[in-house]
């Protein structure tokens, strides 16, 4: 709809690419957010975009996938792997992967290979020499960061406008989105709003904290200076079951670094390694956790040893109840809409999910969003209305 006024709130890779979409589509569009375009995990991820194992997500995944070779194709300076590096999910024994492959025999395009050491090694000659692997056919390395970047700079070109340094709500009257509110009491009006704030969406719409289908789940990774870094996405067995909503009442004293869980994972793009990964409820130091996360990885690439740290980061996923996003119109607020909750999959399937959202907002009557993503699968908040 040419001219429709509409407020994105949130600069990750779901806010940037609606901004993008909607611009694209005609829309006057406002993106505002608060602190820095992929500031939270769409630039703090593991650099890499891979398959969500979750049928849910697997068109999203793939539509992705076609987004962002259509954009390397362009002149924007945005690359992507024109085929995927391959994931290798690592254990110490056959049992687990035998387990998982079977698993995996529902994604065919993963087509999931089981490999003892030797294969392995022939594979990755900086692995451990006594580890088993999967390998899956999928992990696009890209810089954390590239992604979000290559849409805000997308949507800018489309005639959005992107107001960075002030947080946002929505403003509500008589039941129905007005705007946005930001702080210091400016009010940006508009017919339509989406909520892209991650895992601090909830909160934009339910102040009062009661309302969390959508919860934080922080990570916290290292970028090394690798001589010979790993050609595939490494993991260690059983990452994805970490990917799982976390209590919403964070621990009262959470683990010291020390004791802290993590799993192995590391991936190369652009010439910057990245490993991690913690989830966890409640923010970690992550200076302190970074050279923890290299020591406890050489258990599985023995070259960690002695690479050197360039910078540690942590950032808080935004994990919905039951691992998929909620996305489109708020129930009881017309104008409203959300697009949030990914997990760890936002780089991997955020772009086609904030296409979802924007077909629901431009096209009321057109395509719906699939049942197992729309966001009325949760009780409704109770929005307060709150109008300057």
Same mark, same amino acid.
């Given at each position: ?7 994105? %709130? ?13 611009? !694209?589509?005609?829309?006057? #569009? ?12 769409? *630039?703090?991820?593991?650099?890499? #975009? ?45 049992? =687990? ?50 992604? @979000? ?13 992107? !107001? ?12 129905? #989105? ?27 719409? $339910? ?21 010979? =870094?790993?050609?595939?996405?490494? !993991? ?8 799982? =909503?976390?209590?919403?009442? =964070? ?22 390694? @990245? ?19 290299? !020591? ?15 910078? @540690? ?13 909620? #996305? *489109? /119109?708020?129930?009881?607020? *017309?104008?409203?809409?959300?697009? /949030? ?17 924007? $077909? ?22 109770? %929005? ?5």
């Amino acid at each position: 709809m040419p001219g429709t006024e509409v407020v994105v %709130i949130g600069g990750g890779i779901v806010g940037t690419s609606a901004a993008a979409f909607l611009a !694209e589509r005609g829309a006057s #569009v406002t993106l505002v957010e608060r602190t820095a375009i992929g500031a939270g995990a769409s *630039g703090r991820n593991l650099g890499a #975009v891979q398959h969500p194992f979750d049928p849910a997500l697997v068109a999203l995944h793939e539509e992705t996938v076609a987004m962002y070779r259509e954009m390397a194709s362009g002149t924007g300076g945005f690359a992507f792997p024109a085929e995927p590096a391959g994931l290798l999910m690592l254990a110490e024994d056959r049992g =687990p992967l035998a387990a998982q492959a079977e698993g995996f025999h529902a994604f065919a395009e993963l087509r999931a290979d089981l490999l003892e050491p030797r294969q392995t090694r022939s594979l990755e000659p900086g692995l451990a020499p006594d580890l088993w692997s999967l390998r899956l056919a999928t992990g696009y390395p890209v810089p954390p960061r590239a992604a @979000t970047t290559a849409m805000a700079e997308r949507a800018t070109r489309a005639g959005a406008r992107i !107001e960075i340094g002030a947080a946002a709500v929505p403003a509500i009257r008589r039941g129905r #989105v007005s705007g946005v509110i930001l702080e210091g009491l400016r009010r940006i009006p508009a017919d339509l709003v989406l909520v892209a704030a991650g895992p601090w969406s909830p909160y934009l719409l $339910d102040p009062s904290g009661t309302w969390l289908p959508i919860v934080a789940t922080w990570g916290a990774t290292a970028r090394l200076e690798l001589a010979d =870094p790993p050609h595939h996405v490494i !993991e260690e067995a059983r990452v994805e079951a970490v990917n799982r =909503p976390v209590d919403t009442e =964070p621990e009262a004293r959470p683990p010291g670094p020390e004791a802290t869980p993590s799993l192995f994972t590391l991936a190369a793009a652009a010439g910057v390694s @990245t490993i991690g990964s913690t989830f966890l409820a409640s923010e970690p130091d992550h200076r302190v956790l970074g050279p923890i996360l290299v !020591e406890r990885g050489m258990r599985f690439l023995p070259g960690l040893r002695g690479a050197r740290i360039t910078d @540690t980061r942590a950032c808080a996923r935004p994990q919905s109840f039951d691992g998929r996003p909620l #996305v *489109g /119109a708020i129930p009881g607020v *017309g104008g409203l809409f959300m697009a /949030a909750g990914h997990g760890p999959w936002g780089i991997s399937c955020g772009p086609a999910t904030s296409r979802l959202a924007v $077909d629901a907002m431009l096209d009321p009557g057109g395509s719906a969003v699939p049942a197992a993503l729309r966001a009325e699968r949760v009780a409704a908040p109770a %929005i307060p209305e709150v109008d300057a």
